[in-house]
């Protein structure tokens, strides 16, 4: 099993959230706006924050994490590329992918892959 975390901008998750939901993933964490701030290339941006106008090196950004199968890392990582990308300069995120040793459900006791997302057997779409 993987973890595949996220750094996004936030306008982004609903992309994100549909691109995988397209290949069968529906469930995820997402850590909220206001938690998660990066530091970017760019130097003294603008910034309104608990109604209080600053200039701050950070730049907002939110937080995605789900667990996988090794056999749909391809798949997802595509997925939230895809979902995630802009093209605009000022940075779209990063992926990390860490291996995961076990993932228990705690309301069924289901361990392994069966404690992430369901099997999937629709067709992958390209969209």
């Given at each position: 099993m993987k973890e595949l975390s996220a750094i996004i901008r936030p306008f982004k998750l609903?992309?994100?959230?549909?691109?995988?939901?397209?290949?069968?993933?529906?469930?995820?964490?997402?850590?909220?706006?206001?938690?998660?701030?990066?530091?970017?290339?760019?130097?003294?941006?603008?910034?309104?924050?608990?109604?209080?106008?600053?200039?701050?090196?950070?730049?907002?950004?939110?937080?995605?994490?789900?667990?996988?199968?090794?056999?749909?890392?391809?798949?997802a990582l595509a997925a939230v590329i895809r979902g995630a990308r802009t093209g605009k300069t000022g940075g779209?995120?990063?992926?990390?992918?860490?291996e995961i040793s076990e993932a228990i459900r705690i309301r069924t006791g289901e361990m392994g892959d069966e404690a992430c997302n369901p099997p999937f057997y629709g067709e992958v779409s390209a969209s």
């Open positions: 609903d992309d994100v959230s549909d691109a995988l939901a397209i290949i069968g993933i529906q469930g995820m964490t997402v850590t909220e706006v206001t938690e998660v701030i990066g530091f970017d290339q760019r130097i003294g941006c603008f910034q309104i924050r608990r109604g209080h106008a600053y200039v701050s090196d950070f730049i907002h950004r939110i937080k995605i994490e789900v667990v996988i199968s090794d056999e749909r890392l391809d798949d779209d995120g990063k992926v990390f992918v860490t």
